[in-house]
């Protein structure tokens, strides 16, 4: 199986701190959504998105997994 999977069709606001490393699921079948909790592993091609912030704030996370600015939301689950 290599098909992305929509989990919810609106962002998770989440508060992320600068100097933390964290890990976006891309796959969609992370139970700890929007980030990744290893699931891609078992029966997919997909890699978790390893990203940072340069600011300790709010920040919206896609969860419909059709943004095209990963891993933040930029309104495609509205399309
Ligand atoms: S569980 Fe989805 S990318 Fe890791």
Redesign the pocket.
């Known amino acids: 199986m290599n098909n992305q999977k929509t989990t919810k069709n609106s962002p998770e606001k989440v508060i992320l701190e600068k100097g933390k490393k964290y890990?976006?699921?891309?796959?969609?079948?992370?139970g700890?959504q929007p980030f990744?909790?290893?699931?891609?592993?078992v029966s997919?091609d997909?890699?978790?998105?390893h990203f940072e912030v340069e600011e300790t704030k709010e920040y919206y996370l896609c969860n419909c997994k059709k943004t095209n600015n990963q891993p933040y939301c930029d309104g495609s689950h509205n399309k």
């Open positions: 890990f976006w699921c891309t796959c969609g079948l992370s700890k990744c909790d290893g699931s891609h592993k997919t997909f890699k978790s998105m």
